[in-house]
């Protein structure tokens, strides 16, 4: 497809001298509004060379410019305004659309490139709770996203499976628990273990004592606590594996913090050799003043190490075993200062690599009845508020089969596709950094700025080509695609992988669901006010193709955002 930025850049240096492509790349910019034309360039950088007021370069570039490719190149105050070619626009959109089919806006952008996604990251023995539901599906869209866009995609599960708290439930279990209780129910039977240590250890020397001699032992592999550990984690897996099935969720690796356990050793030894290990009140740390950090603990006093310890050795695994170009990790803003300390003690440690390492941040998601606790066991389990979503809809579908004596098909699966698809709609309705509070109604409404409403829109269109009888073969001729509903359509195709690459840039998948919403609703509206199914066979196919053209990209911009477009609804 003609790049028409592309374009613009040849265009100008073909008429400007010593202008450099990506310098005059950064400067292109998008207008608010299509009066200004598609794209904007300022000539405020090209005073000081042509010694004269911006205005007046702009007025005689705009005459001196010419392209096929543009019907106006005008001059507005200190810019250019360069407005496409409709006509050219509608073919080079639609036969792209033709030829590629669903593949429409795919590009090769990071071919050669590993890009490791690191997210949802649950804690073995611990519930997969609502909260977990950022990371696990902003993460899930990045990985999309990336993909999409010709990366090579690691996605990582970095299981929260090691740690002290395992000394604590080890214990706990061999002094309390019953493993049939664990067996039937074992994150709500873990839980509780946890729970009881945690109020007898705080009173209790002896206890503390007790769970700081269990960790130990396996960290030096102690048969009886390893294979019970062992099986914390199985029984863990399979309730979260039902979960991630639920939402249509894989990863590549579930390498979480104990795959570090036996890579740490070195990774302390090398620490000690280059002298970067400081020793602290018995224990050894990692200095960052000079990044304005508290120091990282890699080392604690009683011999055993932490958290950061194990991030560290995992993000010099990870970079020596897949080379990527970003190692993202989908984590919320509570662990900021973590992993600054991690990239500053990586780079103090002299890994000029330090810099693949990226946080994706977001805030936090807290409930209408208030925010969301895990310490006392008052949680709300992910796989619950699934289940919720799916019920409702199914409630609603009920409703629609009585009010109008329809059969719905499929309708628990549709249920669940729209439920779980609204559920992560919301999710990445907003920008990631923003906290949110979680509302059914908003969620799950039919109308508005939904997943149901753009699923539905994308249901539409399935039956208006069915019953067109839209065939790809069949003639069409896009320069009837004329009308203003037409051509705002025709661009917002245009743009769709634009929107992927800036969604890529900045981390952010809400790019793409305000996009999908905005080219669901310009359809919608075009649909009420045009006849699509008309006489004139040319006329009908060319508005079918433009319909089939949406369709493709709602459904990809739904897959991007990990939800369903059913052809039913
Ligand atoms: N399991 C951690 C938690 O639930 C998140 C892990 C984040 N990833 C990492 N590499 N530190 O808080």
Known sequence: MINFREEIINILQGNIENLDRDDIDKKIEIPPNYDLGDFAFPVFSLAKVYRKSPALIAEELAGKLKSKYFEKIENKNAYL???INKNILAEEVLKESVSKKDEFGKVNYGEGKNAIVEYSSTNIAKPFHIGHIRSTVIGD???RIYKFLGYNVIAINHLGD???????????????????????????????????????????????????????????????????????????LKEFNRVYDMLDIEFDSYNGESF??????????????????????GAEIINLEDYDLPPAIVVKSDGTTIYLTRDLAAAKYRHETYRPYKNIYVVGSQQSLHFKQLKAALKKAGFDWYDEIVHVAFGMVSLEDGTLSTRRGKVLY????????????REILNERENEQGIKIENK??????????AIKFQELFNGRIKDYVFD??????????????VQYVHARISSLLKKGQFDLNNEFDSSLLNSEAEINIIRSLYNFTNVVIDAHE??????????????????????????????????????????YSVKNVIAQALYLLGIKAPEKM
């Open 162 to 236: 090691y740690g002290t708290q395992f000394g604590m439930l080890i214990y706990a279990y061999k002094k309390w628990g019953s493993k049939e209780k664990i067996e039937n129910n074992p994150i709500d039977e873990l839980l509780k273990l946890y729970v009881k240590v945690n109020e007898e250890a705080e009173n209790s020397k002896e206890v503390k004592d007790e769970c700081r001699y269990w960790f130990k032992e396996l960290e030096n592999g102690n048969e009886e606590a390893v294979e019970i550990w062992k099986w914390f984690k199985d029984v863990s």
């Open 141 to 143: 869209s990045l990985k």
């Open 412 to 421: 628990d699966e549709l249920s669940q596709v729209v439920g779980i698809g």
């Open 506 to 547: 900045k981390y952010e998948p809400y790019f793409i669901t305000r996009y999908v919403v905005e080219l669901a609703k310009n359809f919608n509206k075009y649909y009420n006010q045009t006849t699509i199914l008309v006489d004139d066979e040319i006329l009908k196919n060319s508005r079918l193709v433009l319909c």
């Open 260 to 281: 570090y356990s036996d890579k740490m050793p070195a990774l302390i030894e090398n620490f000690r050799a280059i002298k970067v290990l400081e020793e602290s009140e």
């Open 382 to 393: 992910l796989e619950d508020v699934l289940n919720k979503a799916t019920d409702k809809v």
């Open 81 to 83: 305004n360069f407005f």
């Open 440 to 453: 059914w109604d908003k969620t799950l409404s039919f109308e508005g700025e939904t997943g149901p409403y």
